[in-house]
């Protein structure tokens, strides 16, 4: 019976570890509803100054493939615009990137221009993110639904359309749902144990 108790409890003890790991990584819409161009004049230095970047989180580049296309860079190459050895090239026109290490990582559009127009990003990135506190987000009602991108009339620049009511910026993204899970899931399964009298010793 003792062993069915400690199974049981690493069991519970899993699941909340599992709720917390899932929970850390953020979703970051590069430019939020204007998306990754140079319709608009975006500033995307003013985009990543109020945020937190962490190991872990996903950087989304949603833009026109005919247009644009994300390539990264080093910091040499970025303050230049020198597009000639990037580090990766991204074209999808929907790139999700995910933050493996600390420090900066540097973006911009390869496309003759682009860049000195301003369509390129910093990317300040902290240690793995240590928060573990329940807390319901701005945007959390709401499912995030990626923008479509189409061209404009003449042939410009892609312009990114957001459909009505998705979140603009997901980027506490989907903090809450895994956490509350494993806690529900943890707390039904200790119940079920205590009624059953798994935690009787005899």
């Known amino acids: 019976m003792e062993r ?3 199974v049981a409890m690493t069991l519970v003890a899993c699941l909340l570890a599992a709720g917390v790991g899932l929970s850390e990584a953020a979703v970051y819409l590069v430019g939020d509803s204007a998306g990754w161009t140079i319709m608009g004049s975006p500033n ?3 985009w990543v100054s109020d945020k937190i970047f962490h190991v872990g989180d996903v950087i989304m580049f949603t833009y ?3 247009f644009h296309n994300v390539l990264e860079v080093r910091k040499t ?5 020198n597009a000639s050895t990037p580090i990766a090239t991204h074209n999808s026109g929907n790139d999700s990137i995910v933050i493996k290490s600390k420090g900066h990582r540097y973006f911009f559009c390869g496309i003759p221009g682009h860049c000195a127009l301003g369509q390129r990003v910093d990317i300040k990135v ?3 993110s240590s928060s573990a506190a329940l807390s319901i987000p701005p945007t ?3 499912p995030y639904v990626a923008p479509s991108v189409s061209p404009t009339s003449g042939g410009a ?3 990114v359309s957001t459909p009505a009511g998705a979140p603009i910026n997901p980027s506490a993204g989907a903090r809450l749902a895994p956490k509350v899970l494993a806690v529900t899931v943890a707390v039904f399964s200790f119940a079920t144990i205590s009624a059953s009298g798994g935690l009787q010793h005899y």
């Open 126 to 128: 902290s240690g793995p």
């Open 4 to 6: 069915k108790v400690t």
């Open 77 to 81: 190459e970025y303050s230049s615009c």
């Open 44 to 46: 995307y230095t003013a």
């Open 64 to 66: 026109n493939k005919n």
């Open 140 to 142: 959390a009602s709401a």
């Open 157 to 159: 620049s892609g312009a």
